[in-house]
């Protein structure tokens, strides 16, 4: 499943809002340095979708704002 993600970093509060049902707003404390937030998106999207932080994937979007994110689901 991929997701889009707006991230804001350096922010007061760590926040995700949904704008769709693929596509949200993630807002972290941390700096965009050394994959800092790229880290914190990571976990607070783990938080929200109560998945293991390991099963998400930056696709696209690294080092920019703007990300395409895939959370591995295994198939049963």
Known sequence: MLIK?????????DEIIKKSEDSF????????ELG???KAVIWLLSLYFMIPGNRFRIKKGGKER???IEIITYAK
Request: proline share 4%; aromatic share 4%; charged share 40%.
């Open 36 to 38: 800092q937030a790229n």
């Open 25 to 32: 707003i993630v807002k972290v404390k941390e700096k965009a």
């Open 5 to 13: 993600v707006k991230v804001f970093p350096n922010e007061k509060k």
């Open 66 to 68: 703007n990300k395409i």
